[in-house]
C-alpha cells in the first residue's frame, strides 16, 4: 500500500483540517503486575486508574528502570510507578492535581502535563525544572473551573532527553472528566507508543541519520502490547480515549466494519463529529473516539503516512516514513441484543475566536539548515530552529499580553513537516494549508505541512508565565527547534 499523500492527509476531508490530531502510544507493561505474556493475541490491558475525590488528587509517581515484557520478551525500559504506560488520572474542571514525581533514573528528568490549560509558574507546569537523580518535586496544578473536558497526558520534558525517556516508556493519560458525560458501555483508554529494542531487550538509541528524521520505532505498540485483542458486545457502545506517544511516528487510524466516528480531538469536544479516516494524528494529539460496535472480526491499523523527505528522499529508509500499513490491535465483537442508543452530541463549543477582535499578529517559521550555518549549535549535521535561532531557555522568543488574543502564522520552509506545540494556551486553527475552517477547532498540536502554513488564534486567558513552544517530533526539538514565549 502507498503511503497517504501530505496533500491528502491535511485535506482531512469535510474538516478541511491540517494534518495533526489525535493519536495514542502505549509501550510496555509490567509482567509481574500482570502476569500475562504480552505478545500478539493478549486481551488488551489498560493502566491503573487514580481518581480525583472531593476535587482533589495526589498521585506519586516514580520515574525508574524495571524489566518488562514487550512483544513477548524481557525488556529493560524506562516507566512511571513500574509500568509502562503510567497510571491513567483522572480529574474534574476546578479540581487541584498534585503529583510528586521521584527521580528514580540515573539521569535528569522533570514532568509536562501535555495539554492541560494550568499555570506554568511556581509548582505548575514549569519545564524548565530540572528534577535530579534521587531527588523529587511536588507540582501542584490548579485546573479552572471552566477547563475544557477531554483526552490529555504527562511526559518528561527536560530538553535534550524528551525524545530519548519518552521512547523508552515514560508516558501517561490524563482524563478531564464531563459534569455529565454521554453514556457509554465502556470507556477505554488506549495509548500508541513505538520503540525499537536490541537482542538483548535494551532500548536501542537512534542514529544521527534517525535523530534528523525523527526516529520511528521497529515496534508499534498500544498500552505495552504487541497486537492486543479488544473484545466488545454487538450493540455496546465504546468511547476510546486515543493518545499518540509516539516520538515522532504520525498515525492515520482505521478500523473497518464499525460504527465510529470521531466526537473530539486533544481538549475538547467538536462541534460536528468526523469520520475516523478524515483524522490524521500527529505526535501528541489526542483521539476521542466513539464506536458503536457490529459483530464480527477486524482490526484497528494504522496506514502509513508520508512526512516528507530529507536530501532529495535520499533518507526514505532510515526511519520511515513506512510504505506498508500496521496491525495495531485486534478487535472481536460477538453477537448481543440489538440496543437503541441516544445520539452523541457534538461539543457545545468554546468562544469562537474567528468572531473577536485581535490585538496582535506574529509571524513564526520553523527552519532546517545545515550545521554551523545558522548558529543552532544543534550538535549534528542539520540545525532545527526557528527563526534561524536554537533553543535558549535563557533568552526570551515571544512575549505577550495576558488577556489579549493573538493571531501567529506558523511557516515551515523545509522539507519535513514540523508538529507544532504550545503549551498552556489551546490554539484555534483558523487557516491550515490555505483553506479556512467551517467550524471552531481548538489543538494544542497543528501540524505545520513542509514548504506550507498554518493559522491559529490565541486566547492568552487566566495566567500569564513563563514557558516554551515547539516542534513536536521530539528529537528535532531536543535538537534546538523550540522557542520560549512570557506571558504577562
Same mark, same amino acid.
Given at each position: 500500500?502507498?503511503?497517504?499523500? *501530505?496533500?491528502?492527509?491535511?485535506?482531512?476531508?469535510?474538516?478541511?483540517?491540517?494534518?495533526?490530531?489525535?493519536?495514542?502510544?502505549?509501550?510496555?507493561?509490567?509482567?509481574?503486575?500482570?502476569?500475562?505474556?504480552?505478545?500478539?493475541?493478549?486481551?488488551?490491558?489498560?493502566?491503573?486508574?487514580?481518581?480525583?475525590?472531593?476535587?482533589?488528587?495526589?498521585?506519586?509517581?516514580?520515574? *525508574?528502570? @524495571?524489566?518488562?515484557?514487550?512483544?513477548?520478551?524481557?525488556?529493560?525500559?524506562?516507566?512511571?510507578?513500574?509500568?509502562?504506560?503510567?497510571?491513567?488520572?483522572?480529574?474534574?474542571?476546578?479540581?487541584?492535581?498534585?503529583?510528586?514525581?521521584?527521580?528514580?533514573?540515573?539521569?535528569?528528568?522533570?514532568?509536562?502535563?501535555?495539554?492541560?490549560?494550568?499555570?506554568?509558574?511556581?509548582?505548575?507546569?514549569?519545564?524548565?525544572? @530540572?528534577?535530579?537523580?534521587?531527588?523529587?518535586?511536588?507540582?501542584?496544578?490548579?485546573?479552572?473551573?471552566?477547563?475544557?473536558?477531554?483526552?490529555?497526558?504527562?511526559?518528561?520534558?527536560?530538553?535534550?532527553?524528551?525524545?530519548?525517556?519518552?521512547?523508552?516508556?515514560?508516558?501517561?493519560?490524563?482524563?478531564?472528566?464531563?459534569?455529565?458525560?454521554?453514556?457509554?458501555?465502556?470507556?477505554?483508554?488506549?495509548?500508541? @507508543?513505538?520503540?525499537?529494542?536490541?537482542?538483548?531487550?535494551?532500548?536501542?538509541?537512534?542514529?544521527?541519520?534517525?535523530?534528523?528524521?525523527?526516529?520511528?520505532?521497529?515496534?508499534?505498540?498500544?498500552?505495552?502490547?504487541?497486537?492486543?485483542?479488544?473484545?466488545?458486545?454487538?450493540?455496546?457502545?465504546?468511547?476510546?480515549?486515543?493518545?499518540?506517544?509516539?516520538?515522532?511516528?504520525?498515525?492515520?487510524?482505521?478500523?473497518?466494519?464499525?460504527?465510529?466516528?470521531?466526537?473530539?480531538?486533544?481538549?475538547? *469536544?467538536?462541534?460536528?463529529?468526523?469520520?475516523?479516516?478524515?483524522?490524521?494524528?500527529?505526535?501528541?494529539?489526542?483521539?476521542?473516539?466513539?464506536?458503536?460496535?457490529?459483530?464480527?472480526?477486524?482490526?484497528?491499523?494504522?496506514?502509513?503516512?508520508?512526512?516528507?523527505?530529507?536530501?532529495?528522499?535520499?533518507?526514505?529508509?532510515?526511519?520511515?516514513?513506512?510504505?506498508?500499513?500496521?496491525?495495531?490491535?485486534?478487535?472481536?465483537?460477538?453477537?448481543?441484543?440489538?440496543?437503541?442508543?441516544?445520539?452523541?452530541?457534538?461539543?457545545?463549543? *468554546?468562544?469562537?475566536?474567528?468572531?473577536?477582535?485581535?490585538?496582535?499578529?506574529?509571524?513564526?517559521?520553523?527552519?532546517?539548515?545545515?550545521?554551523?550555518?545558522?548558529?543552532?549549535?544543534?550538535?549534528?549535521?542539520?540545525?532545527?530552529?526557528?527563526?534561524?535561532?536554537?533553543?535558549?531557555?535563557?533568552?526570551?522568543?515571544?512575549?505577550?499580553?495576558?488577556?489579549?488574543?493573538?493571531?501567529?502564522?506558523?511557516?515551515?520552509?523545509?522539507?519535513?513537516?514540523?508538529?507544532?506545540?504550545?503549551?498552556?494556551?489551546?490554539?484555534?486553527?483558523?487557516?491550515?494549508?490555505?483553506?479556512?475552517?467551517?467550524?471552531?477547532?481548538?489543538?494544542?498540536?497543528?501540524?505545520?505541512?513542509?514548504?506550507?502554513?498554518?493559522?491559529?488564534?490565541?486566547?492568552?486567558?487566566?495566567?500569564?508565565?513563563?514557558?516554551?513552544?515547539?516542534?513536536?517530533?521530539?528529537?528535532?526539538?531536543?535538537?534546538?527547534?523550540?522557542?520560549?514565549?512570557?506571558?504577562?
Amino acid at each position: 500500500m502507498r503511503p497517504i499523500s *501530505r496533500r491528502t492527509a491535511l485535506a482531512m476531508g469535510g474538516l478541511g483540517l491540517a494534518g495533526t490530531v489525535v493519536g495514542g502510544t502505549g509501550l510496555w507493561r509490567e509482567l509481574s503486575e500482570r502476569g500475562t505474556d504480552q505478545g500478539g493475541g493478549t486481551e488488551l490491558s489498560e493502566p491503573e486508574v487514580l481518581t480525583s475525590r472531593a476535587g482533589q488528587l495526589e498521585v506519586r509517581l516514580e520515574a *525508574r528502570l @524495571a524489566t518488562h515484557t514487550v512483544a513477548g520478551r524481557q525488556a529493560r525500559t524506562m516507566g512511571y510507578n513500574g509500568g509502562v504506560p503510567g497510571p491513567t488520572l483522572r480529574v474534574r474542571p476546578g479540581d487541584t492535581l498534585r503529583v510528586e514525581l521521584v527521580n528514580q533514573l540515573d539521569h535528569v528528568t522533570n514532568l509536562h502535563v501535555h495539554g492541560l490549560h494550568v499555570s506554568p509558574e511556581g509548582t505548575g507546569d514549569d519545564v524548565f525544572l @530540572a528534577v535530579e537523580p534521587g531527588q523529587s518535586h511536588q507540582y501542584e496544578y490548579r485546573l479552572p473551573d471552566d477547563h475544557e473536558p477531554g483526552v490529555y497526558w504527562y511526559h518528561p520534558h527536560h530538553h535534550g532527553t524528551v525524545a530519548d525517556q519518552l521512547f523508552a516508556g515514560l508516558y501517561g493519560a490524563i482524563i478531564v472528566e464531563e459534569d455529565d458525560p454521554p453514556p457509554v458501555d465502556r470507556d477505554r483508554v488506549i495509548i500508541v @507508543a513505538d520503540t525499537t529494542l536490541d537482542d538483548a531487550g535494551a532500548v536501542v538509541l537512534p542514529s544521527t541519520m534517525e535523530r534528523m528524521m525523527g526516529r520511528e520505532g521497529e515496534l508499534v505498540l498500544v498500552n505495552g502490547q504487541d497486537q492486543p485483542l479488544l473484545k466488545g458486545r454487538s450493540g455496546d457502545r465504546e468511547r476510546w480515549r486515543i493518545v499518540n506517544a509516539c516520538s515522532s511516528r504520525f498515525l492515520s487510524l482505521r478500523l473497518a466494519g464499525q460504527g465510529s466516528r470521531v466526537v473530539g480531538r486533544d481538549g475538547g *469536544r467538536l462541534v460536528r463529529h468526523a469520520a475516523l479516516d478524515e483524522v490524521v494524528l500527529a505526535p501528541g494529539n489526542r483521539l476521542d473516539l466513539v464506536v458503536d460496535l457490529r459483530e464480527g472480526s477486524t482490526a484497528l491499523i494504522a496506514l502509513p503516512v508520508d512526512r516528507g523527505a530529507m536530501m532529495g528522499g535520499m533518507m526514505r529508509g532510515t526511519p520511515g516514513p513506512e510504505d506498508s500499513e500496521r496491525t495495531l490491535a485486534s478487535l472481536e465483537v460477538s453477537g448481543g441484543p440489538s440496543t437503541s442508543t441516544e445520539d452523541f452530541p457534538g461539543g457545545t463549543g *468554546r468562544l469562537d475566536l474567528r468572531e473577536v477582535e485581535v490585538d496582535g499578529h506574529r509571524s513564526l517559521t520553523l527552519q532546517m539548515g545545515m550545521g554551523g550555518m545558522r548558529g543552532g549549535g544543534g550538535g549534528g549535521p542539520m540545525d532545527f530552529t526557528f527563526d534561524g535561532q536554537s533553543f535558549d531557555p535563557d533568552r526570551l522568543d515571544q512575549r505577550a499580553r495576558l488577556g489579549t488574543v493573538e493571531e501567529w502564522t506558523i511557516a515551515n520552509d523545509g522539507p519535513l513537516d514540523h508538529p507544532f506545540h504550545l503549551h498552556v494556551w489551546p490554539m484555534q486553527l483558523v487557516d491550515a494549508a490555505g483553506e479556512r475552517l467551517d467550524d471552531p477547532v481548538w489543538l494544542d498540536v497543528v501540524n505545520v505541512p513542509a514548504a506550507g502554513s498554518v493559522t491559529v488564534r490565541i486566547r492568552f486567558a487566566d495566567f500569564g508565565g513563563k514557558t516554551v513552544y515547539h516542534c513536536h517530533i521530539l528529537d528535532h526539538e531536543d535538537l534546538g527547534m523550540m522557542g520560549t514565549i512570557l506571558v504577562e
